[in-house]
């Protein structure tokens, strides 16, 4: 059975058949195919004044050209896809890493400066404990020379506290190999034979 030019067929030979092209992504000459480039055009390479490209399936999978149903369009000749991928951050689901804190119960000894002063303000800010403490004023506004301290144990009862910052940081950024199962075999792209009408 003859075939028809520019017809890709798979082979199970190692060795390309007479009147066939191996599809490698050859250069040939328009001037000796005319025929096979009216056909194929630049599609698959070349510069469409002295040569033009044969298909190159070397490695990859043959697709149909066309949209199919929620898949991005595919054209004549367009090449697609990489074998590894590096995933990141951003293609990860949202989610969440959990931290366990457990709190405790801390003793400590705080010195307090105070004033000797009468007490007179209400306001603490800028001010200091003063002498004659009263319900509502029971800071001075002023430190009185020589000033007082107090020395005191302190139990500070566990608190709740909101801590900024990330957990560890793990993975090697190994690429991530995406390629389906496959067996090689010779796609071969005919180059002498019928010359295909449009249906």
Same mark, same amino acid.
């Given at each position: 059975?003859?075939?028809? !030019?520019?017809?890709?067929?798979?082979?199970?030979?190692?060795?390309?058949?007479?009147?066939?092209?191996?599809?490698?992504?050859?250069?040939?000459?328009?001037?000796?195919?005319?025929?096979?480039?009216?056909?194929?055009?630049?599609?698959?390479?070349?510069?469409?004044?002295?040569?033009?490209?044969?298909?190159?399936?070397?490695?990859?999978?043959?697709?149909?050209?066309?949209?199919?149903?929620? !898949?991005?369009?595919?054209?004549?000749?367009?090449?697609?896809?990489?074998?590894?991928?590096?995933?990141? $951050?951003?293609?990860?689901?949202?989610?969440?890493?959990?931290?366990?804190?457990?709190?405790?119960?801390?003793?400590?000894?705080?010195?307090?400066?105070?004033?000797?002063?009468?007490?007179?303000?209400?306001?603490?800010?800028?001010?200091?404990?003063?002498?004659?403490?009263?319900?509502?004023?029971?800071?001075?506004?002023? !430190?009185? $020379?020589?000033?007082?301290?107090?020395?005191?144990?302190?139990?500070?009862?566990?608190?709740?506290?909101?801590?900024?910052?990330?957990?560890?940081?793990?993975?090697?950024?190994?690429?991530?190999?995406?390629? $389906?199962?496959?067996?090689?075999?010779?796609?071969?792209?005919?180059?002498?034979?019928?010359?295909?009408?449009?249906?």
């Amino acid at each position: 059975m003859e075939a028809f !030019l520019s017809m890709i067929t798979a082979f199970g030979c190692n060795f390309t058949i007479r009147n066939w092209a191996y599809c490698g992504g050859a250069l040939v000459a328009i001037n000796q195919n005319t025929a096979m480039f009216s056909l194929l055009g630049t599609a698959f390479g070349g510069d469409g004044r002295t040569t033009f490209g044969l298909p190159d399936l070397r490695g990859r999978s043959p697709s149909n050209y066309g949209t199919g149903p929620g !898949l991005a369009p595919v054209t004549i000749g367009q090449k697609g896809g990489v074998e590894d991928v590096t995933l990141t $951050s951003l293609n990860l689901p949202s989610h969440f890493h959990t931290v366990n804190i457990t709190g405790t119960t801390m003793a400590a000894t705080a010195d307090l400066v105070v004033s000797t002063d009468n007490a007179s303000v209400q306001d603490p800010d800028g001010a200091y404990l003063g002498t004659g403490v009263g319900p509502t004023r029971p800071y001075a506004s002023t !430190l009185s $020379s020589p000033a007082g301290t107090m020395s005191d144990v302190v139990n500070m009862p566990a608190q709740s506290v909101q801590i900024a910052g990330n957990t560890g940081s793990t993975g090697a950024n190994t690429e991530v190999y995406t390629r $389906s199962p496959y067996q090689g075999v010779n796609y071969q792209i005919c180059m002498f034979g019928i010359y295909p009408s449009r249906n």
